[in-house]
């Protein structure tokens, strides 16, 4: 079984920073992209930055230059940076991965339960 758990949500207010982790555990024969997305109040679940085992990163266009995500092969982590946080950035962040189990040998997406970020003064 493989478990990604999220930590480093919380209130904030405008401007201010904040900093997300994932950590990915279980049975893992190798992990290749891994990721956050977001999902605001009646809106659809949006990609926010995603990199690659090798370092190469995708970040969405409405928080470059705010956001850096990162990534620690060796322990399974991956983390975001927001800095200069808005209130629009306010939702519930999912942890992302690639996975291949060491039983199954089949790369699956994998999820974490969320952590909620909220932007408000």
């Known amino acids: 079984q493989v478990q990604l758990v999220e930590s480093g949500g919380g209130l904030v207010q405008p401007g201010g920073s904040l900093r997300l982790s994932c950590a990915a555990s279980?049975?893992?024969?190798?992990?290749?992209?891994m990721g956050w997305f977001r999902q605001a109040p009646g809106k659809q679940r949006e990609l926010v930055a995603t990199?690659?085992?090798?370092?190469?990163?995708n970040v969405a266009d409405s928080v470059k230059g705010r956001f850096t995500i990162s990534r620690d092969n060796a322990k399974n982590t991956v983390h975001l940076q927001m800095n200069s946080l808005k209130p629009e950035d306010t939702a519930v962040y999912y942890c992302n991965a690639l996975i291949t189990t060491r039983s199954g040998r089949i790369e699956l997406a994998y999820w974490g339960p969320g952590t909620q970020v909220t932007v408000s003064s």
């Open positions: 990199t690659t085992r090798g370092g190469s990163t």
């Open positions: 279980g049975s893992i024969f190798s992990i290749n992209a």
